[in-house]
Nanobody, 125 residues
Framework: QVQLVESGGGLVQAGGSLKLSCAASGRTFSDFAMGWFRQAPGKEREFVAAINRSGGVTRYAESVKGRFTIFRDNAKNTVYLQMNSLKPEDTAVYYC??????????????????WGQGTQVSVSS
């Protein structure tokens, strides 16, 4: 079992940056592949980024590639999402998720066993 707590959300103008953090507690953090997802009002949850257990492999949704960076610090039990060049369409609640099995289905929410409570990101035009 692992508990996840996101932080770092807020309101930012278009073109700005935010850095989200997801702190894990419980089971050994490096046992888990990690992902970030987001859900905008009235829309389905969507994949944003994923990172493997060691941090050496990352994957991104096309919509954020080149603007967002996922990275992790296993010594601090934390995964991060650096978001640059933010757009109004990035407005959503952002969730981190943990996958014990390192599934190849990293873009699918049901591949992850544990979820945080989410943090709101709002980007004004």
């Amino acid at each position: 079992q692992v508990q996840l707590v996101e932080s770092g959300g807020g309101l930012v103008q278009a073109g700005g940056s935010l850095k989200l953090s997801c702190a894990a507690s419980g089971r050994t953090f490096s046992d888990f592949a990690m992902g970030w997802f987001r859900q905008a009002p009235g829309k389905e949850r969507e994949f944003v980024a994923a990172i493997n257990r060691s941090g050496g492999v990352t994957r991104y949704a096309e919509s954020v590639k080149g603007r967002f960076t996922i990275f992790r610090d296993n010594a601090k039990n934390t995964v991060y999402l650096q978001m640059n060049s933010l757009k109004p369409e990035d407005t959503a609640v952002y969730y981190c998720a943990a996958d014990l099995y390192g599934s190849a289905r990293y873009r699918e929410g049901n591949a992850y066993e544990h979820w945080g409570q989410g943090t709101q990101v709002s980007v004004s035009s």
